[in-house]
Every structure is written in C-alpha cells, then in structure tokens.
C-alpha cells in the first residue's frame, strides 16, 4: 500500500496538525492588538512554508478556465474564513472553537449528499444530528443560550469554510497542491492588507510582541493542515472523511486543559466530544 495514496495517512497528519494549529492560534490571539494585521502575520509565514512544500507534489497547472473562476470563488471563503476566524478565536475557548467547527463537517456532508450524489443513509444523517446536537450542549446558556459576537463569527467562519472545502473538492486536484494552497494563502492576506488598510507597521508590531517559536509553529502547521485536509477529500469519501476530521474535537478537548487551562464546561465539552464520537462511529457504519 502506497502511504502517499492513502487517505487515512493524511488524516492522522491532519489531526496532529490541526490540534496544534487550533492550540497555538488561540496563544498568539491572546496578545493581539490587531487581529486583521495578525491573520496577515500568520498567513505570510503559511506561504512561505507552502513554498517550500511544493516541490513534494507534482507540478501541474488546469487548462480549463473554470477552475480559476472557481478557485477564485474558493479563496473569497477562504478570507472570509481566515479574518473572521481570527477575532473569534480571541473570545472563544480553543476546544470550544474545535467544537464549534464541526458544524463544517455537517455542512460537507449535507454537500456530499446532494451535490456529490453520495448514497443517503439515515445512521449517518443522525450522525450529523449528533455533532449539532454536540455543539448546541456546549454553546447553552439557561439565561441567554450563549448568544454573543464571537460565537456569530465563529459560525459565520465555519459556514465560509465549508463552501471553500467544497469547491476545493473537485478542483484543488488540478493544482500542484501545495501550490493551490499558497494561493489560499496569499490572495486573502492581500485582499485583508487592501480593504482592511493594514499598515505594514501594525503587522511588524505585532510580530514583536508575539512569542516567536508559537507563531511559527502555528503558521507551519496551518499550511500541513490545509495541505493534509484537501488531500485527504481528494482521496476518500467526503462522508467518510469529514467526521473522521472530527476527532480533532476530543484532541482539543484534552490537550486544551492541559496547556491553555481552559477548565470552565468541561463536563459539557467532554459529553460533546463523545457525542461526536458517536455521531462519527454512526456515519461510518
């Protein structure tokens, strides 16, 4: 078996990955002062290492002018995601964030259902019934249901990130892939730099007040993550694959109480994260 050709190698790169990423993200939002020159910061650092990727995959180009039109659709949800991911995260736990991304992998399988013509199977729709059950538990609040901007955001985020993934699904395979990844990169920093008026003196300032070692690490592994996660869709099941990504969740969950201390709702989040368990066990049955 070719490990390079395997969709569940890339799975298991992926959760490492994106459980540090998801960690060390909330870090550097700590002692943010702008969270527009910040995603920049981190998106800069994310080409570079997709540069240096790029010659691990083959080097082809789509001749078809549809795919650059849908690329382009794809990188608008990409910036929408990167800039309103970053303020949410500033307000919302790192695990409860994860938490709340798994509505993503609702909205892919929703897209594989009826875009992909996937076959309808009713243990995996109560599958996904179960991660918003999962997200609905962490974010209740008696008194107010948890309502606040960062939450709004954090959907909205994830709502982005599910329309770009499904674009990505069909036509990143047409890119050298970390190639097609550096643009998803570099095209929203620069839509950020241009209608956010970010002066390069804002990013410089908040690279000097962040820890260094956790903002590279963190910009590195968001480019393996992306890189990871398109190429697992491009080589399983989008039904198969969207809540193994899930997994994340329990990861975040641990590592997040260790590391960032993030002890409030952990009965709820624990309960959550074997809920999604349950729900991935269910969709893939």
Known sequence: MNLLNNYKFYIIIYLVVSTIFNQGYKFVTKSMNNSGALTILIQIISSLTCILIIPLFEIKFPSNYKVYIF????????????????TARSGIDASTYNILKQLSTVFMIIMGLFFFKEQFVLNKIVGALLIILSNLLVFYKKENFGINKYLILGILANISLSIALFLDVNYSKEFNLAFYVLLTFLIPLILIFIFERIKIKQIINEYKKSNKIILLVTSVSWAIMMI????????????????????????????????????????KKIIAGILIVIGILLIKM
């Open 71 to 86: 690329l382009f659709l794809a990188i608008i949800f990409y910036t929408l995601n990167d800039r309103l991911g970053t």
């Open 228 to 267: 990871s996660k398109l190429k697992t869709y491009e080589l399983g099941s989008v039904i198969v694959v969207a809540p193994l990504s899930s997994l994340t969740v329990i990861l975040n969950i641990f590592v997040s109480y260790f590391l960032l201390k993030e002890k409030s709702n952990l009965i």
